[in-house]
């Protein structure tokens, strides 16, 4: 007998959700433990995460592969805002280093990838408001937190409507899976490195 898990009749985006919640929750806690907003220094911390994480997806945005499957790709990209966030407190970007995502990687590990980085905006709004505690904001300092136009939700709607039209075959939708953990993976490590 075949057992369905009790998302696998949901959305791509639904699926990967359920299938990364632990991971995601346990991130959020081991981030706001580390008091990201207790100082523009533990924030900075922070923003070394995020640019190391969009590094690693950047180069994803630029892909014509992905820019005919996925919305507004290369309005998405925002390696260049937290760059800018950083420079606003006076700090380099991180050192140069391999990203954690192959820039050529086939298109499912590339979805679970991107849905990671763009779901994050939605956690994005949140920690927004909590940097404007810091008097920080969408033109100085918190750049790349700061929500779209059209409304943080929208975007994401947006996105994981065509990340679910994406035709896949049955045996991708695993690499998917196992692409969005790996991207949750190396999040984790660069808080270990950088809120230590
Ligand atoms: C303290 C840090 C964070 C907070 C407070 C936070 C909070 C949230 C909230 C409120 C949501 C929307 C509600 C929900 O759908 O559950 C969300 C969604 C999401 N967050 Fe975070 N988040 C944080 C960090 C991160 C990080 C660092 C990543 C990855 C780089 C991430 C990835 C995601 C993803 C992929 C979703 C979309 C879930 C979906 O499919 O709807 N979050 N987060």
Redesign the pocket.
């Known amino acids: 007998m075949t057992t369905l898990s009790p998302h696998a009749d949901a959305g791509r985006?639904r699926r990967?959700?359920a299938s990364t919640t632990s991971t995601?929750d346990s991130?959020?806690s081991r981030?706001?433990g580390a008091r990201i907003f207790a100082s523009r220094e533990r924030y900075a911390g922070f923003l070394r995460v995020q640019y190391r994480?969009l590094r690693d997806v950047d180069a994803l945005y630029a892909r014509a592969d992905l820019a005919a499957l996925l919305p507004d790709m290369p309005a998405r990209r925002r390696l260049g805002l937290v760059t800018r966030d950083l420079a606003d407190l006076g700090m380099a970007p991180p050192a140069e280093a391999l990203p954690a995502a192959d820039a050529g990687m086939a298109v499912p590990g590339a979805l679970g990838w991107l849905?990671?980085a763009e779901?994050?905006t939605?956690?994005a709004a949140?920690?927004y408001k909590l940097a404007g505690k810091l008097g920080l904001d969408r033109d100085f300092g918190a750049r790349h937190l700061a929500a779209h136009p059209e409304g943080v939700a929208q975007h994401w709607r947006d996105f994981a409507a065509a990340l679910d039209a994406v035709p896949l075959a049955p045996e991708q939708e695993g690499e998917v899976v196992s692409s969005a953990r790996a991207a949750?993976v190396a999040?984790r490590g660069y808080v270990e490195q950088e809120l230590a």
């Open positions: 985006a990967l959700k995601h991130l959020d981030i706001m994480f849905y990671v779901g994050s939605l956690g949140v920690l949750f999040v």
